[in-house]
Nanobody, 123 residues
Framework: QVQLEESGGGSVQSGGSLRLSCAAS????????MAWFRQAAGKQREWVSS???????SYADSVKGRFTISKDNAKNTLYLQMNSLKPDDTAMYYC?????????????????WGQGTQVTVSS
């Protein structure tokens, strides 16, 4: 059973930085596509960034140039470095893992999700 645990959230002022971590157990990251999502209060969950098994990365336009996704396969940990934070970045942040052969969207049942870590950015 794959388990994902996020950490690193907190409260910061606008312009500040945070680094989120997502530790995995029960699997090895190098065989999974990994992603970060976020969900603000009253809004739908939205994709933030993802990294493929070959290391290629992609970002939502709203965070491009400010956020950086990375992973440490040796530590089985996924990261999201968030710089120049804005109040609009306030949300619960989730990491997700998509195993090989898991087709469809990230919300499908074959994906794994963590419980989330809260990020609050004040103006």
């Amino acid at each position: 059973q794959v388990q994902l645990e996020e950490s690193g959230g907190g409260s910061v002022q606008s312009g500040g930085s945070l680094r989120l971590s997502c530790a995995a157990s029960g699997t090895t990251y190098n065989t999974y596509r990994m992603a970060w999502f976020r969900q603000a209060a009253g809004k739908q969950r939205e994709w933030v960034s993802s990294v493929s098994t070959d290391g290629s990365t992609s970002y939502a336009d709203s965070v491009k140039g400010r956020f950086t996704i990375s992973k440490d396969n040796a530590k089985n940990t996924l990261y999201l470095q968030m710089n120049s934070l804005k109040p609009d970045d306030t949300a619960m942040y989730y990491c997700a893992a998509k195993p090989a052969g898991c087709a469809g969207t990230w919300l499908g049942g074959c994906n794994y999700w963590g419980q989330g870590t809260q990020v609050t950015v004040s103006s």
